[in-house]
């Protein structure tokens, strides 16, 4: 090979170094669940989807790819657009463990498009858009909340936690220190309201938090009824 071959070589060694180091530009994922108890006991309240009212048991609110200084990307594909065919075989599921419960009461394809423009478009490099509704779906199963939280003696009937009684029994439960949420009910009680969970690139493998969320919440929080 001569002197040009030699350079078009490395410059094609040096574009792919670049190419997989970009691969994936994000650090890692938070799946974040929500309990529908705490969504819908605030002022605004909330509509259950048109299946009628889910179950008692947290809900995927979405797979959020960020970065490890807290920051994140949002809606980074405007041409990669949610198409309700590519989720047909989940749809049950989707349904069961991702129910909206904004209102006005729809069957919650606007929620997971919603999502899927504003974070899975972020992780492309890494999943389709069929893969990012089902990972996060296997993930929610894995992580078996609210069994959990009851096996603990953590229970939703209105009563109060301490906040490290929460986070150590589903950090003994998954193995992981998780993130948790809270938002005010109308009397303005601290309530659970979300839990996150970080997730390795994959997608697929729970992960210690590279960073927590700020949850507000205080150090006893309420369980609420749904
Ligand atoms: P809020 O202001 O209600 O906490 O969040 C509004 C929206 O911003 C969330 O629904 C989510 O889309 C996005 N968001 C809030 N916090 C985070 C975060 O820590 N990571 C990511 N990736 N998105 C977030
Ligand atoms: P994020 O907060 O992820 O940016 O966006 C949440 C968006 O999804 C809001 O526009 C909200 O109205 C809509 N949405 C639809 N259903 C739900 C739900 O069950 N929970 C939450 N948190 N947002 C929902």
Redesign the pocket.
Known sequence: MGVKGWAILKFLMFQSLFVSQSQEDFDFF?LVVQWPGAYCDTKRSCCYPTSGKPEADFGI??L???YKD?S?P?NCDPDSQFGRSQIEDLLSRMKKNWPTLSCPSNEGFNFWEHEWE??GTCSESVMDQHEYFENALKLKDKANLLQILTNSGINPDDEFYDLNKITNAIKDGIGFTPGLECNKDPERNAQLYQIYICVDTSGTEFIECPVL?RGRCPSKLQFAKF
Do not use: A, F, T
Request: charged share 10%; glycine share 16%.
């Open positions: 938070y609110h979405g959020w790819p960020n807290g994140w949002s504003k974070h969320p």
